[in-house]
C-alpha cells in the first residue's frame, strides 16, 4: 500500500543573497539574575533544565560545587505585553483555543470559572526587534545571523545551513527579504550525552526523556539520575538494563524490501519530527504541552485532530459490512481505502438492518471488530503469559492465518481511527506495543510483560560467578506446532558459548530478538496501518501508559463519577428526586463489575468510558453526551436505549424489586443489534 506524498516546501529563496549562516560574537545586554539549586543526584560538569522567563533552558553544574547548592544564572531580560480575546462559543474551562497576534496562530487556555463570550487577558513575550537582535545567547547556546531570501514573506519558513546542520527559520513579523535577523541554536560536546533545552515533560518513565537536536528532531537521552535505575546488591554482572534500550525504526519500502523493514536501533541514536504536516505544531507546543495535566492534553490533542480531519462535506466513508462475515468484510473495506482518506469521517452500516448510523453504530462497529480482531480464537493475539487481560502478538500468526500482515495492518488503522474519533477499544494490548508505537525505549524488563519467567532467568545470570558453567549458546529452541527449530541469535549464534566477557551481548540479542525480530512483520504492518492515520510526533507530549488510557477507556468503572455526571430528562428532570432515579443507583451500585459494563453497553454501545471520565461521553454528532436517565410513563416494562444519544427511557416502576428484574433482563439480552424506533 503506497504511502501518501509528503508535501514540499515552497518555492525556493532566490539567489541573492544566498541562505547561509555566519557566527555572531555574543552581546550581553539587560540580562536578568535568577537563583537556582542544583537537583538531586546532579554531579559536576552535568547539566540540568531550568525554566526562566518561561523559557527552559540547560545550566552545567560547575566542578566545585554539587547537589543542593545554589547558583547565580543568567537570561535575556523579556518584555511582555497583554491581550484581550474573547473566549469562542462551545470552549469550556481547561480547553484551548487559537487566537492570531500579528499574524501568528497562539494557543489561550481558557480559564477556570470563564464561559463563552466573557473576555480573558493574556501576555505573549514581546521584544523590539533591535532588542532581539541585541540578546546574548543562552548558555550553551550559539547566536547566527542570516539574511532573509528573496521571495518570503512575514511568517514564512526557510531552510539554511548553521554548523553543519539544516535548521528551518521562521522570518518575524514587520521583515522583509534582505534584512538581517538573528536566532539561536543549542551548541553541544560532539563526545558526551547532554540534554536539550526544549524536552518532552515525562522524564520520569524509565529514565528516558525526548530532547531536541540541533536537526530540530525529537531525540532520546537516557537521565542516569533517574530513580528507575535500580541494581541489586549480589549482582556479580554490571548491567544496567534501563540505559541498553533500543527503539524501532520503521524503514520506508525499497526496491529490496517492497514491504519495508523494522530494526532495532540503539536509543540514543533514533530522531523523530518535532512538527506535524498541515498543523501549526511545533517542538515548542510539544513541549510546553507535555508538561500539562492528562486532561489537557487529551483536549489538546483532539483539536490536533480537529484540524488534519477531512470535513464532511468534502467527502466521507461509508463501509458496509455483513453480521455473518463482520471482521472479513470490515478488514477488505478499511484496506480498499486510500492513506490519503484515511482522515475522512467513517460511517458503517451492518446489511440487512434498518440502523442508521448517527454515531451508535459506529461504536458498535468498534466494538465488535475488536474483540473478533483480538481474540486468540482469531490467532493474530494471544494472551499475555503475565496478565489475561492483556493481548501480545501471536508470533505464529502465519500459520493460523495466511493474510495475517493484512489483518495486523488493518489492526493498526483500527487503532489509529479508534484514537482519533475518540472511540473505544475495549481490548488493552500489553505493553511493549505501546511502547513501540510511541517510539518509545524499549529495555529488557519490557520482556517481563510477554515472558516472565524467561526474564526471570535472564535477569538471574547477572547474579553468576561463570556463566560459561551453564554452556549456554547465542540460540534459541522455539516449538512450532510440535516442530522443533533452533533459532541463532547472532550469526553462528548457535556455535557461540556465552560468558562473562559477552553475557551483555547475550541479554541485548535475547531482547532484539523476542521483543522484536520473532513479531517483526506482524508488528510493522500494525504500525504502518496507525500512522496511516495518526502523526507519531502528535503522541510525544503522552508516555506509554497515557496511550493505554486514550485508545481503552478507564479500566475500572468509578460509581462516583457516573452519577455525578448522568444528566435528567423527561419525569425525572420534573422531579430529579423522583424514587425511580434512586431505585436505579441502589441497583446499579450492587450490580457486579460485569452488570455495570453490561448497562453501560445497552446504553451507549460501548462498556468502555473514555479516558478523562463519564463526563466526556460522546453522542452522535461527536459533541458531549453525558449518560442520561429520561423516565417516559409510555414505556413499559423493558427499558429502551438510545444508544446515539446516551440516553435510557425508564418505565415509571412502581417496585425496586420490578425495576431490578427487568432492567438486568435487557442488559442481560443481546444488546449488540440495531433497529429504528
Known amino acids: 500500500m503506497s504511502s501518501a506524498p509528503r508535501q514540499q516546501p515552497g518555492a525556493a529563496p532566490g539567489a541573492s543573497p544566498s541562505p547561509g549562516a555566519y557566527t555572531v560574537s555574543s552581546q550581553s545586554r539587560g540580562d536578568q539574575r535568577f537563583y537556582v539549586t542544583i537537583p538531586r543526584g546532579i554531579r559536576p560538569g552535568q547539566h540540568f533544565a531550568v525554566l526562566v522567563n518561561g523559557q527552559q533552558m540547560m545550566v552545567r553544574c560547575p566542578d566545585n560545587n554539587r547537589e543542593g547548592d545554589r547558583l547565580v544564572v543568567t537570561a535575556p531580560r523579556q518584555q511582555s505585553h497583554n491581550y484581550v480575546v474573547s473566549v469562542p462559543p462551545n470552549v469550556r474551562p481547561g480547553e484551548q483555543f487559537r487566537v492570531t497576534i500579528n499574524n501568528q496562530e497562539v494557543m489561550v487556555t481558557c480559564p477556570p470559572n470563564v464561559r463563552p463570550n466573557q473576555r480573558v487577558t493574556f501576555q505573549l513575550p514581546q521584544a523590539p526587534e533591535r532588542q532581539q537582535q541585541l540578546q546574548a545567547p543562552a548558555p550553551n547556546h550559539q547566536m547566527f545571523e542570516v539574511c532573509v531570501p528573496e521571495g518570503v514573506s512575514p511568517g514564512q519558513t526557510f531552510a539554511l545551513l548553521a554548523n553543519g546542520q539544516r535548521v528551518m527559520v521562521t522570518c518575524p513579523n514587520n521583515v522583509g527579504p534582505g534584512a538581517k535577523v538573528r536566532f539561536q541554536l543549542p551548541s553541544y560536546a560532539a563526545d558526551e550525552d547532554q540534554l536539550a533545552a526544549i524536552k518532552v515533560d515525562h522524564a520520569t518513565k524509565d529514565g528516558w526523556i525526548r530532547c531536541l537536536g540541533q536537526d530540530l528532531k525529537f531525540h532520546w537521552v537516557y537521565n542516569k539520575t533517574s530513580t528507575s535505575e ?365 452488570n455495570k459494563a453490561k448497562l453501560l453497553q445497552f446504553t451507549t454501545g460501548t462498556c468502555g468510558v473514555p479516558a478523562q471520565g463519564f463526563a466526556f461521553l460522546q453522542g452522535h454528532d461527536g459533541n458531549i453526551r453525558k449518560f442520561t436517565l429520561h423516565g417516559d410513563k409510555n414505556v413499559k416494562v423493558f427499558p429502551r436505549s438510545h444508544t446515539c444519544f446516551n440516553r435510557l427511557d425508564m418505565p415509571l416502576y412502581t417496585s425496586k424489586q420490578d425495576m431490578q428484574k427487568y432492567l438486568t433482563m435487557a442488559i442481560t439480552y443481546e444488546t449488540t443489534g440495531f433497529d429504528i424506533e
Not at 507535555?290 to 489537557?296: D, L
Not at 495486523?408 to 513501540?436: E, T, W
Request: with cysteine; proline share 4%.
Open 230 to 594: 535500580q541494581e541489586k546488591p549480589n549482582q556479580k554482572i554490571v548491567f544496567d538494563i534501563d540505559s541498553r534500550a533500543f527503539v524501532r525504526q520503521i524503514v520506508p519500502p525499497s526496491k529490496d524490501a517492497p514491504s519495508g523493514d523494522l530494526r532495532f536501533m540503539v536509543a540514543s541514536d533514533y530522531s523523530v519530527m518535532a512538527s506535524v504536516a498541515h498543523t501549526t505544531v511545533n517542538y515548542q507546543e510539544i513541549s510546553s504541552v507535555s508538561a500539562m495535566t492528562f486532561t489537557q492534553k487529551t483536549d489538546w490533542l483532539k483539536q490536533q485532530f480537529s484540524a488534519i480531519r477531512t470535513p464532511w462535506e468534502n467527502g466521507h466513508i461509508k463501509i458496509k459490512v455483513r453480521r455473518s462475515s463482520l471482521l472479513q468484510d470490515s478488514m477488505e473495506g478499511m484496506e480498499s481505502i486510500k492513506v490519503s482518506d484515511m482522515h475522512k469521517i467513517l460511517r458503517f452500516e451492518f446489511i440487512g438492518e434498518p440502523g442508521l448510523d448517527a454515531g451508535g453504530v459506529t461504536r458498535e462497529w468498534y466494538t465488535l471488530v475488536s474483540d473478533q480482531l483480538f481474540n486468540p480464537a482469531c490467532g493474530l493475539f494471544t494472551y499475555s503469559s503475565v496478565n489475561q487481560m492483556c493481548m501480545q502478538i501471536n508470533p505464529n500468526s502465519d500459520i493460523a492465518n495466511e493474510y495475517h500482515l493484512k489483518y495486523f495492518h488493518f489492526a493498526g488503522r483500527v487503532l489509529g481511527k479508534a484514537l482519533m474519533d475518540n472511540q473505544i477499544c475495549p481490548v488493552h494490548l500489553v505493553q511493549p506495543i505501546y511502547k513501540h508505537m510511541m517510539g518509545w525505549p524499549i529495555t529488557l524488563r519490557d520482556l517481563e510483560h510477554i515472558d516472565e519467567e524467561i526474564y526471570r532467568h535472564l535477569i538471574e545470570l547477572l547474579d553468576m560467578e561463570d556463566i560459561s558453567m551453564l554452556y549456554l549458546d547465542f540460540s534459541v529452541t522455539e516449538d512450532k506446532l510440535g516442530l522443533t527449530n533452533t533459532v541463532n541469535l547472532v550469526e553462528g549464534g548457535d556455535e557461540l558459548i556465552v560468558d562473562n566477557n559477552n553475557i551483555d551481548k547475550y541479554l541485548e540479542a535475547q531482547l532484539r530478538y523476542r521483543l522484536l525480530d520473532r513479531v517483526k512483520a506482524q508488528t510493522r504492518e500494525l504500525l504502518r496501518g496507525f500512522y496511516d492515520v495518526v502523526p507519531e510526533p502528535l503522541l510525544a507530549v503522552f508516555n506509554f501508559q497515557e496511550l493505554e488510557l486514550l485508545l481503552h477507556g478507564l479500566p475500572n468503572i468509578n460509581m462516583e463519577d457516573w452519577v455525578a455526571q448522568t444528566d435528567y430528562s423527561g419525569e425525572f428532570h420534573i422531579n430529579p428526586k423522583h424514587k425511580v432515579i434512586g431505585w436505579f443507583w441502589q441497583i446499579v451500585k450492587e450490580y457486579s463489575q460485569e
